[in-house]
């Protein structure tokens, strides 16, 4: 019979019914990870054979192995490799310089302080899309196509996390400020000493965001990436496809895509807890 | 240890004068106690002692040496925040000594002094723990804690026990008091509590709307009030003011505490009864003027209590009398020492 420890009571029927429903609802959105699993260990001809298998097959290791050593265009390691710098590039960068602007702008007063809060925050309205051109434009005069710093730096600046970060710190209360004044803390060692920890769950929960944020990084790669090894596996799947005629290794695009899903969740999982108290509760 | 001294401090955001010239010399080891009603200006003129603030014009002097333009951590001072300000992330122990830290004092003079200090605030089994795990009085204990170990010369109070429930308050009133002694550091603490400023001070400044309108010891004060202000804000239940006009005694207001009003059945003052405040020890009851002023009464739990509605007569000894003029200034003020 239904327990009693749940928020809501629940008897009987309902609450078969009910977990029913979340079955039913948690099975048609794994459903499609789960036929791309099982591409993964199975041969071309299983594939492209109606109907298709729904077990998983004999050839893991191999096409696993295929796809990390050789891979289509370039080694999937290789990808996972530049994917994991340029998203971790990207979610430190971010981190690093949100927080620093956020810091000046809360507890520093200088001329333009407005402006600059605004132009930040305008920034916000162009998405990467949006400036692309210019940004290419940029970029290739620097010389930094096929390099993790083009990878990287155009994505840096980030006037959400600045955002977050400058209302966080407007929640800290100004007696702590003082509180170190008068401690004798100066203003970098009071950013280091207690703003940075006292901010530890918010960079948590933005690192996380931020690292899916770069790791699903599609269009720019594609743009500034030529050279396959310098490929990242979001958009290296896509040039798995094979165009025209050419015969698409379907096993080993399905276990990119499987190893493509890892680190992202590896990331969510480890940093489980840290994000979701981030998310909720403002330790002060 | 120390002397401060302030010099016609004043202080104006923009064009809106906050402080209107303030001036006290403190004694070494003297408890100076700011009081006043929210907004007077009390706490900004502590933060300018603790330089928190800038001053606009006029001379803080701590030890005789000029601060005006110091740092606060180099103005020898420590200060108790009202909501005590505690580090959230550093556990006790760290929250204390931080200051020492960064001042780079030797680790086990730093263990040594935090010790000392936890030992005097009996928080030595709260030393690993964080903030959030203390009660409201330990964290105020530890907020002292990290004023005492740096070992300043001015301890600056600001409204330290206003988050704190009646009945820990009047017990830490009484600690803070008891340990100001034993360190016999100078000390400016900001209330707008008037009992704290009437228990804890050596001497009181009593402010009303950025001006000091009376310095003294606490009870000179209110026996001797030099404004219809402080006559009114120090004491509890406050002075009674009533038109001079009305017991033809010229112009302006007179002002009689309430213990020093008597009741009786006829007389040529009078005024109906409202309702009674029996407090056990004592009675306050609360009447009503012809001309609709509150006039509170205290008498002893002896007397007979009087019923609502009736009227009854008002007397009071001219000696008992407070007359101010109609700017509030006290007018033929008895001649008392403003210093103890």
Redesign the interface.
Known sequence: MAGRTGMVEQRGRGLWLTHLGLIVGVAFIFFPIWLAFVASTVEQQDIVRPPMPLLPGDKLLENYSRALVAGVNAPVATMLVNSLIMALGIAIGKIVISLLSAFAIVYFRFPGRKVFFWLIFLTLMLPVEVRIVPTFEVIANFGMLNSYSGLILPLIASATATFLFRQFFLTVPDELAEAARVDGARPMRFFFDILLPMSRTNIAALFVILFIYGWNQYLWPLLITTDPEMNTIVMGIKQMFPSGDDFAHWPTIMATSILAMIPPVIVVIGMQKLFIRGLVESEK | MATLTLNTVKKSFGKTDVIHGVSIDVDDGEFIVIVGPSGCGKSTLLRMV?G?ETVSSGEVRISGALVNDV???DRD???V???Y?????MSVFDNMA??LK??KVPKPEIAERVQSAAKLLQLEPYLQRKP?ELSGGQRQRVAMG?AIV?KPSVFLFDEPLSNLDAKLRVQMRLEIKALQRDLGVTSLYVTHDQVEAMTLADRMIVMNAGVADQIGAPLDVYANPATEFVAGFIGSPPTNFIDAGMVGAGTGRIGVRPEHIQLSEAGPFTATVGYSEALGAETLVHLRASDGSQITVRQDAGLPIPEQGVTRALSWQDAHVMRFDEQGMRQQRAKVADRP
Not at chain 2, 85 to 89: D, R
């Open positions: 603790a928190l740092e606060p951590m001072i420590a200060m925040f009202q909501n300000a505690l580090y959230p992330h931080y200051g960064i001042a959030r990290r740096r």
